[in-house]
């Protein structure tokens, strides 16, 4: 697609549900990013996939979020037993990696709103 | 421990007139930064890079100065116009990641 696509936009759920966040990357890149934003923070860097790498995943909050990214392209972000934390907006990206300044093109957004 | 820093939540510049938004760093090994804007319901946008190697990158009415030795970077508007209104965010990456830091924002308000 012309640029990077998540869904839902926005997602309002009760604490203790999971909830999924999907991302579509730019058609090609091979690097994809999941980010997030709480309200009157910056852009918290959550997990990293690189090709057939292993994924960075040192900026997962808890063990209650995990990604994944099928035939290197949709990436899926899973939390489970939501808490009234978690309410951010949770940001995709994806890159051409390569050597250079690593241009991040991202997606509008899925809001998650925990009650 | 915040490797990015941008201590100026806000700034409000008449239009017209030069904004600097300052962004600080602790990481000697970043060796790419970068400045995204970030409208209100969309994702942030790539505005203007430099590498380590250089001390400034200039573009249109944006220019990014680099000072290495204090580990601090800034951006320059100039001139300001009211649709420059944004949340403007600095980032680094280092040679062996290319996993972006971002700093946590400035918020910047052209005025007419």
């Known amino acids: 697609g012309a640029g990077v696509s998540q869904s839902p936009s926005n997602k309002v759920t009760e604490k203790g549900k999971d909830v999924e966040l999907r991302c579509d990357p730019i058609s090609g890149h091979t690097a994809l990013y999941w980010y997030r934003q709480s309200l009157g923070q910056g852009l918290e860097f959550l997990i990293y996939f690189q090709g057939n790498s292993a994924p960075d995943k040192s900026g997962l909050p808890s063990d209650r979020f995990s990604a994944e990214r099928t035939g290197g392209s949709v990436s899926t972000l899973t939390i489970q037993r939501t808490q009234q934390e978690d309410s951010a907006v949770y940001l995709c990206?994806?890159?051409?990696?390569?050597?250079?300044?690593?241009?991040?093109?991202f997606g509008a957004g899925s809001r998650l709103t925990v009650l | 421990d915040q490797q990015v820093k941008q201590n100026s939540p806000s700034l409000s510049v008449q239009e017209g007139r030069i904004s600097i938004l300052n962004c600080d760093y602790t990481?000697?090994?970043?060796?790419?930064f970068l400045w995204y804007k970030k409208y209100p319901a969309e994702g942030p946008t790539f505005l203007i890079s430099?590498?380590?190697?250089?001390d400034k990158n200039e573009d249109g009415r944006f220019t990014v100065f680099l000072n290495k030795s204090a580990k601090h970077l800034s951006l320059h508007i100039v001139p300001s116009q009211p649709g420059d209104s944004a949340v403007y965010f600095c980032a680094a990456s280092g040679l062996q990641t290319d996993k972006l830091i971002f700093g946590t924002g400035t918020r910047l308000q052209v005025f007419p």
């Open positions: 430099i590498s380590s190697i250089k």
């Open positions: 990481n000697s090994m970043f060796d790419y």
């Open positions: 990206a994806s890159s051409l990696s390569g050597a250079g300044a690593n241009v991040l093109t």
